[in-house]
């Protein structure tokens, strides 16, 4: 009987350019999404952050659990990241009466927490050494914390700074291009510069995910929240089926040096 080396317990999938590109539309789902179910549905965000929390520990379980990478089951749970993501930043920032400012702040705090704990946890917070139970149990606790920074980062940058949905999209495509550039160019960490990049996509995602459905009066195209979040999941669904996914390794691209 054949031992699985480490690589083979890795459940998270190669970073190539397809996987940015099906994260940008998941995290754009996660936007439209979460506006659906907490304002379309007038759920109000507590409920909606209760409904997609439970989904997104069901689903952090049945990936926790799975014996190999499965795209569904992955790009599912990150899905739920951004649901919830952007649930519980609504919440935060508008129901709590903290604003975007201090949400953002909060929530990159609990980020920088949750990296630093993983870090002297584990010895490192490179994606190719996702490969245990406790491992991957870090890993989504960072990358929800991720996604609901990034909802109040796009929120205060279009709100707050007065750039709007297209100043905030140009803004931080310019910043992912910048640390695309960083990786060709620079001997900056892998895994520090997979991680902005990740971080980047979110806030990316919820400028976008609100310019395709806020009214036009306030320079948003008006668009159903079904219908665009119908539009973006089929987008994903094509683009995995399009494009099969291995489990990340050596020969991955972002996020195999440890810092």
Do not use: C
């Not at 690589?7 to 190539?16: C, E, F, M, Q």
């Not at 395709?212 to 668009?223: F, R, V, Y």
């Amino acid at each position: 009987m054949t031992t699985p080396n480490k690589g083979d317990l890795i459940k998270v999938p190669a970073v190539t350019l397809i996987f940015w590109i099906i994260k940008i539309l998941a995290t754009t789902l996660g936007e439209t999404g979460g506006d659906a179910v907490s304002m379309s549905m007038n759920l109000g965000y507590l409920v909606g952050t209760a409904i997609f929390g439970t989904i997104f520990l069901v689903a952090v379980i049945v990936q926790i659990a799975a014996k190999k990478f499965h795209p569904g089951v992955y790009w599912t749970t990150i899905i739920s990241t951004t649901t919830v993501g952007t649930t519980l930043a609504d919440f935060a920032d508008r129901s709590m009466g903290i604003g975007y400012s201090g949400g953002t702040a909060l929530l990159f705090t609990l980020l920088m927490v949750s990296l630093i704990i993983w870090y002297r946890t584990q010895g490192s917070v490179s994606v190719d050494t996702v490969s245990s139970p406790k491992t991957e149990l870090f890993y989504w606790v960072t990358i929800m914390f991720s996604q609901t920074l990034g909802t109040a980062l796009g929120d205060w940058s279009a709100d707050t700074a007065g750039l709007g949905y297209a100043g905030g999209a140009a803004i931080f495509s310019a910043l992912l291009a910048f640390v695309a550039a960083a990786y060709y160019w620079t001997e900056l960490s892998h895994t520090f510069l997979f991680w902005s990049a990740f971080i980047l996509t979110r806030p990316l995602g919820a400028v976008v995910g609100d310019f395709l459905d806020k009214p036009l009066a306030k320079g948003g195209l008006e668009l159903s929240r079904y219908t665009a979040s119908i539009i973006l999941f089929v987008l994903m669904m094509i683009l995995i089926a399009i494009f099969p996914q291995k489990a990340a390794g050596k020969d991955h691209k972002i996020g195999t040096q440890t810092p």
